[in-house]
């Protein structure tokens, strides 16, 4: 156990529609990052919080957004929801905004039908 | 835009073997180079990681090989175990740009017993 929960494991939903997967980061850590992994991409980054704030920004689509709450757990909103928008979503942490070294979840699994 | 290159997709490896993963990047300014790997099911985990002042890191089994000038780097993996099978992620960050890790596109690694 890498100490970053991510829920839900495996999400399975239709085209059109909205979810949101949840990260709570590793005790003490306050730096989140969002990872978009697919089988013809490799780890994509998507976005960074740091104690709240945005911190840099990647390849995110502006179907999609998150945030980052005052107890530091991070939600990604994935909206009208694409066939291609199905992949693996990782959530890492880190104790600091330049840490290089991450912690990363199990990740949730996103199928779009 | 790719700035990190990894190779080969895939290897298939006899035990006792030597495994042998290589990258390239683009970017002169990235100066931390980690690699992660990841099993099925779990999200990647910092296996080794170097820095541009150092030509070599060894832990263990593994070794990082950096070459500036080639701007390239390498993961090998000595005497490669079953249990070493898994997918490998090289990685490269610029501390002057957040430390924002920018992945390659993996390799599935393969040891058969």
């Known amino acids: 156990d890498s100490g970053v929960t991510q829920t839900p494991k495996h999400l399975i939903t239709a085209t059109g529609q909205r979810v949101t997967l949840r990260c709570s980061p590793r005790?003490?850590?306050?730096?989140v990052y969002w990872y978009q992994q697919s089988l013809d991409q490799g780890l994509q980054f998507l976005i960074q919080?740091?104690?709240?704030?945005?911190?840099a920004k990647g390849n995110i689509l502006e179907r999609f957004s998150a945030q980052q709450f005052p107890d530091l757990h991070s939600e990604l909103n994935l909206s009208s929801l694409e066939l291609g928008d199905s992949a693996l979503y990782f959530c890492?942490?880190?104790?600091?905004?330049?840490?290089?070294?991450?912690?990363f979840g199990a990740g949730s699994r996103l199928t779009v039908l | 835009q790719q700035q990190v290159k990894q190779s080969p997709q895939s290897l298939i490896v006899q035990k006792g073997g030597i495994s042998i993963i290589n990258c390239a990047y683009e970017n002169t300014a990235f100066d931390y180079f980690p690699w992660y790997q990841q099993f099925p099911g779990k999200g990647p985990a910092l296996l080794i990681a170097?820095?541009?002042?150092?030509s070599e890191k060894k832990e263990g089994r593994f070794t990082i090989s950096f070459n500036k000038s080639a701007k390239q780097f390498s993961l090998h993996i000595m005497d490669s175990q079953p249990g070493d099978s898994a997918t490998y992620f090289c990685a490269a960050s610029n501390n002057n740009a957040g430390n924002m890790l920018t992945f390659g596109g993996g390799t599935r690694l393969m040891v058969k017993p």
């Open positions: 005790s003490g850590d306050l730096s």
């Open positions: 890492a942490s880190s104790r600091n905004s330049g840490a290089n070294v991450l912690t």
């Open positions: 919080y740091y104690n709240g704030e945005e911190r």
């Open positions: 170097i820095r541009p002042d150092v």
